[in-house]
């Protein structure tokens, strides 16, 4: 899969390769680490004898590809692609168990880039929206389904330019991803009357990360 995915990277490179020629554009590949969590069972589910009550991924090495577009010196427009290798541990009334698994994140992210365009040094700050893909994970006697939920980003770092064209870029992005609202009972009020209330419950990813960008046109 990751082979694909490479080979993808750079299909895509070289047909937008006349785009960038006209337009300022950034491409970017990182690699980080990302701290994640997941979340509880309002059911447990038992298997062999042992009731699981919560799943979380584990903690990983993570790696991605982003392509950006210009709007003016400052704003830009990203699309990011991130995978984190990692596990999928349950946790319950015995002994944790573990399953391999893949996270995928597919988001659009609006960028905003301080700074003069051609500075050393830019900061920037960015928000995004999309989708996060929990691949299929097998344990014994149980399998979970691959599922996508929708999820947001939020972003900050700085890329720093030695040379016009290739420069660093290090950054730090939180991703919550909605996964399930857990009923918690109801609210009432004297004159608005009953309503239910629910726990919303998000599964989140936490990177850090570093990489190489290269700009593109103008």
């Known amino acids: 899969m990751l082979r694909r995915s ?12 006349p785009a960038f020629a006209q337009a300022k554009a950034e491409a ?5 680490y990302t701290i994640s969590d997941g979340v509880s069972f309002t059911n447990p589910v038992p298997v062999n004898g042992v009731v699981f009550n919560r799943v979380d991924p584990k903690d990983s090495v993570s790696f991605g590809l982003g392509i950006g577009f210009f709007i003016n010196h400052e704003a830009e427009v990203e699309f990011m692609w991130n995978r984190q290798p990692t596990k999928l541990e349950a946790t319950g009334t015995g002994p944790a168990v573990s399953g391999d698994m893949k996270v995928d994140n597919y988001h659009g992210n609006f960028v905003f880039n301080f700074g003069e365009e051609d500075a050393k040094a830019r900061p920037f700050l960015y928000i995004g929206l999309g989708a996060t893909n929990f691949g299929e994970s097998t344990f014994p ?3 979970f389904p691959s599922v996508t939920k929708f999820s947001w980003a939020l972003g900050a770092g700085v890329k720093v330019y ?15 991803t909605y996964i399930k609202t857990d009923a918690a009972g109801w609210w009432c009020d004297p004159y ?10 998000y599964a989140n990813q936490l990177e850090f990360s570093g990489g190489i960008t290269f700009r593109f046109g103008g």
């Open 141 to 143: 006697n149980k399998t």
């Open 162 to 176: 030695p040379s016009p064209h290739a420069g660093f870029r290090a950054g730090i992005r939180w991703v919550p």
């Open 192 to 201: 608005w009357g009953c309503a239910p209330v629910g726990n919303v419950q």
């Open 6 to 17: 490479i080979v993808l990277a750079a299909l895509l490179a070289l047909v937008a390769a």
């Open 28 to 32: 970017s590949f990182n690699v980080g």
